[in-house]
C-alpha cells in the first residue's frame, strides 16, 4: 500500500518541529557547557536561517497549495506562525549571551568617547570608524563575521520619540538591536547607552549606508554599460563623454557630502523624500498586518478634510439659483401648497446584498467597524454628499460581509443597505463609487485610523446611454484609490497557472467582488422621491421624515417670509437642527421610531391630512429628538466608538421611555411644557440652536 502524501502545511510542521527540537538541544548545550562558544554561535546562526527560511515558505502558503482539505487552515497556520516566531526570539536571545562580552566592550568603549569629546556628531563619527576597523580586522578578532548580521542595524530616517519607551533617532545613526517583536517595533541601543522601541521600517541591516550606495551605483553603471552595448550605433567619442559626466556628478555628489553631510549617491534625495513621508499604512503594511492593496480611506479623508461639504446635512439645504434671489431646487405647487416635484436625470434605487473574499487585516490592528462610503462619482470628481453604511460580520466567515441584518425592532440607519441616489449631474460617466472601508486601532500604539479595503463603481447608464437594468450586478474590488487602476487588494492566492476551465472558475471564485441589487420601488416611493432634493444619496427608510422636513423648510421660507428679499432669521428649532440627525444616525432612529409610534395613533384621514402631519412632526420632534439633543447625559457623538455608541443607545433608550411615562401621565403629548418640568434635566439653550439662518445654511 502506497504511502499518504503529506500536504504542504504538514511539511512545514514537521520542518518547525525539528527547528524547535534542534534549538532545545542547542540551549542545553550551552547551559551544561558542552562545547565551544563559537561552535554553539555558528549553530545558532544557522538554525536562524533556517527558521527565517521555513517562516517566508510558511507565509507563501494557502489553501491552494493542499493536496485536500484541511480544516480551520488558517488557524493551524497561524499558530505554526506564532510557534516559528518564538523560536526567532529565543535563538535572538541566545545568540546575545553567546556574544556578551564583545559587545558590552564595544558599548563601554565608545560610551568613554563619548564621556572625553565634546560634540555628538564626533562621537557618532568615532563610534562608526570604530566599527569600519572592527569590520576591517575581522580575520583577527575572535568574533565571527556573521555577528554584525542580527544585532547592527543602520538609521534611514529620522525618527523623533512619540510616546514614553520609544527612541529618538537619527539618519545615519548605528544601532544594535537587542530584541525583535513580530508587531515591527524592536528594541535597540544607540551609541550613548539609550535604549527604546525604533519601528524596522526606518532600518536598514549593517554598519552603514555606503555599501548600498556604492552597489545601487555599481548597478547603475552596469545598466548604463549593457545599454551601451546594446546601442551598436553609437559613437566612442558620445560614450567617453557620458563616462566623463557621470564621473563629475559623482565627484560633485562626493563634494556635496563632505560640505553638506548630505547623501552620497544621486537618487538618495528620492529615497529619503519617500522614507521621511512614511505613513501608518506603509509601516503595517510593511509589518504584514494589512495586505499589500490596502490604502488610506479617500472618502473619508474628503469628509475630514472638507467638513460640512460632503456630508448629508449639507444636501438638505435649499439651492440658491444663479440670481442668488430665488431657489434653485425648492417651489411650492400654489393649488395644493405642497413642495412641487422635481424629476432629476439619474434616480435609482439599490440594495448592497454582500461583500465576498474581502482579505482581513492581521494580529497587529483591531478592527473596530467594517463600513461602505457611497457617493456619486464621475470617475475624477465626488458629485454627491458621501453616505456610510455599516457591514455585519461573523467570525466564521471572515472574508464576507453582509448588510441589511434581520433584527425584532426598526432596522438602524446605519445598517440598512436599501438606499437611493438622486443625482442631475450632465455627465456621461457617471455612477455609483462604493469604497470599502475599515476603521482600525493599532494595537501597539493605540492610533486610529481608516483604511480603504478597495472600491467597485457601477456606471448607472450602458455604452449606448441608455439607464441600466434592474437586475444583481456583482462587481469587483479594486485596490488603491479610485483614480489608481489595475491595483490589486492582495497577491494572487496560488502561483500556479490555470491550466483548465475549473482551475480558472475557481480563480474568479476567489476574487473579491460587491453584490449590488438595482430595484423597482413603488408608486408611492417614487413620488416621496421626487420631493427631495437634486442631488442626495441616503437610507429609503428615512425618506418620509426628509419629505415632512422639506415641506416645513417650503412653508417657511416661501410662504412665511413677508418677501423673498427678507434674510433675517428665522425662529425654526426643527429647520436648524434636524439638519444634525443626519450626521448622527442614531438620533434619526430615534425620531423614526417615535414617528413610526405616533402614526400607528392615527387614522387614514389624519394620514392625508398635510397640515395635521406637520403639527404632529413638530410635537414629536420636540418632545423627543430635540430633548435628546440638549441632554446633559448624551455624550458628544464619535465615529466607531464602541463604549460610546452603547453608552448613547442607552441613554436614548431611556431618555425616550421616560418622556413616554410622562406623556401619559400628564396627558399632554409633544408640548413642550417637557423642559419646564423640574424632574427632566437639559442644557443651556443657545440663540443658534433656536434660529434659522437662511444665509449660512442655502447652497
Not at 503594511?285 to 472618502?299: D, E, H, K, N, Q
Not at 422636513?549 to 426643527?574: F, G, K, V, Y
Not at 465615529?639 to 433608550?653: F, G, K, L, M
Request: aromatic share 6%; net charge negative.
Amino acid at each position: 500500500m502506497p504511502l499518504k502524501r503529506r500536504g504542504a502545511l504538514q511539511l512545514v510542521q514537521r520542518e518547525v518541529d525539528e527547528v524547535k527540537r534542534q534549538v532545545d538541544s542547542l540551549e542545553k548545550n550551552v547551559k551544561s557547557q558542552n562545547g565551544s562558544k563559537e561552535e554553539a554561535f555558528h549553530r545558532c546562526h544557522e538554525l536562524q536561517v533556517s527558521a527565517e527560511k521555513t517562516l517566508k515558505a510558511l507565509q507563501k502558503l494557502t489553501k491552494a497549495d493542499e493536496l485536500a482539505p484541511v480544516g480551520n487552515y488558517d488557524q493551524r497556520k497561524l499558530e505554526e506562525e506564532r510557534r516559528l516566531q518564538n523560536i526567532l526570539e529565543r535563538l535572538v536571545t541566545l545568540s546575545l549571551e553567546l556574544h556578551h562580552q564583545a559587545p558590552a566592550t564595544q558599548a563601554d568603549n565608545v560610551s568613554k568617547e563619548n564621556d572625553d569629546n565634546s560634540s555628538d556628531d564626533d562621537n557618532d563619527d568615532d563610534f562608526e570608524e570604530d566599527l569600519d576597523s572592527d569590520d576591517a580586522d575581522g580575520s583577527t578578532s575572535e568574533k565571527p563575521p556573521s555577528q554584525s548580521a542580527p544585532q547592527i542595524y543602520t538609521v534611514l530616517s529620522d525618527f523623533k520619540a512619540e510616546q514614553e519607551g520609544d527612541l529618538s533617532v537619527q539618519r545615519g545613526e548605528v544601532l544594535k538591536i537587542i530584541k525583535k517583536t513580530p508587531d515591527g517595533w524592536w528594541l535597540a541601543q544607540d551609541t550613548k547607552g539609550n535604549r527604546g522601541v525604533v519601528p524596522k521600517t526606518f532600518l536598514k541591516i549593517g554598519s552603514g549606508i555606503n555599501d548600498e550606495h556604492e552597489e545601487d551605483a555599481n548597478e547603475e553603471e552596469e545598466e548604463e554599460d549593457d545599454d551601451d552595448d546594446d546601442d551598436d550605433d553609437e559613437d566612442d567619442d558620445e560614450e567617453e563623454d557620458e563616462i566623463q559626466q557621470s564621473e563629475q556628478e559623482e565627484e560633485e555628489d562626493e563634494d556635496q557630502t563632505d560640505d553638506g553631510n548630505k547623501s552620497k549617491a544621486s537618487n538618495w534625495s528620492t529615497v529619503r523624500k519617500a522614507l521621511t513621508k512614511i505613513d501608518t499604512t506603509d509601516v503595517l503594511s510593511a509589518m504584514g498586518a494589512i495586505p499589500s492593496g490596502f490604502r488610506p480611506s479617500t472618502l473619508s479623508k474628503l469628509l475630514a478634510e472638507e467638513g460640512e461639504r460632503y456630508r448629508g446635512s449639507h444636501y438638505i439645504q435649499p439651492e440658491l439659483s444663479q440670481s442668488q434671489l430665488s431657489f434653485k431646487d425648492l417651489f411650492l405647487d400654489p393649488d395644493t401648497g405642497r413642495v412641487r416635484a422635481r424629476q432629476v436625470r439619474n434616480s435609482v434605487c439599490f440594495n448592497l446584498w454582500s461583500c465576498k473574499m474581502i482579505p482581513t487585516p492581521g494580529v497587529g490592528v483591531q478592527v473596530l467597524s467594517r463600513h461602505i462610503r457611497m457617493c456619486a462619482f464621475d470617475g475624477t470628481e465626488v458629485l454627491s454628499n458621501i453616505h456610510t453604511v455599516r457591514a455585519s460580520y461573523t467570525s466564521k466567515s471572515p472574508k464576507t460581509w453582509s448588510f441589511s441584518p434581520r433584527m425584532t425592532s426598526i432596522l438602524p440607519t446605519i445598517l440598512d443597505g436599501d438606499c437611493f441616489l438622486r443625482c442631475n449631474s450632465l455627465s456621461p460617466n457617471i455612477g455609483i463609487l462604493f469604497e470599502l472601508g475599515v476603521t482600525f486601532l493599532r494595537n501597539s500604539t493605540g492610533e486610529r485610523g481608516d483604511l480603504s479595503c478597495g472600491w467597485a463603481f457601477l456606471k448607472l447608464t450602458d455604452d449606448s446611454g441608455n439607464p441600466l437594468p434592474n437586475r444583481t450586478y456583482e462587481l469587483p474590488i479594486n485596490g488603491g484609490t479610485p483614480y489608481e487602476k489595475d491595483v490589486m487588494l492582495e497577491a494572487p492566492v496560488s502561483r500556479r497557472s490555470p491550466g483548465g476551465v475549473f482551475q480558472q472558475m475557481l480563480q474568479v471564485r476567489r476574487l473579491p467582488k460587491l453584490i449590488v441589487k438595482l430595484k423597482l420601488i413603488s408608486r408611492r416611493t417614487r413620488m416621496q422621491l421626487s420631493l427631495l432634493p437634486d442631488t442626495l444619496l441616503h437610507c429609503l427608510s428615512c425618506v418620509h421624515l426628509l419629505v415632512l422636513h422639506r415641506q416645513l423648510l417650503a412653508d417657511t421660507l416661501l410662504m412665511d417670509r413677508p418677501t423673498m428679499q427678507n434674510a433675517e432669521l428665522i425662529c425654526s428649532p426643527i429647520l436648524s437642527t434636524f439638519p444634525v440627525l443626519l450626521d448622527q444616525t442614531d438620533l434619526l432612529d430615534a425620531l423614526r421610531s417615535a414617528w413610526l409610534e405616533a402614526e400607528t395613533n392615527m387614522s387614514r384621514a389624519q394620514k392625508r391630512d398635510l397640515s395635521y402631519l406637520k403639527q404632529e412632526f413638530s410635537k414629536v420632534y420636540t418632545s423627543s429628538v430635540y430633548f435628546l439633543l440638549h441632554s446633559p447625559s448624551l455624550p458628544s457623538y464619535r465615529w466607531a466608538d464602541p463604549p460610546s455608541e452603547e453608552h448613547r443607545a442607552r441613554v436614548i433608550y431611556t431618555t425616550l421611555e421616560a418622556l413616554k411615562n410622562y406623556q401619559q401621565t400628564t396627558g399632554k403629548s409633544g408640548a413642550p411644557g417637557v423642559f419646564f418640568d423640574s424632574s427632566h434635566s437639559h442644557l443651556a439653550f443657545d440663540v443658534q440652536e433656536l434660529t434659522f439662518d437662511l444665509l449660512s445654511a442655502t447652497r
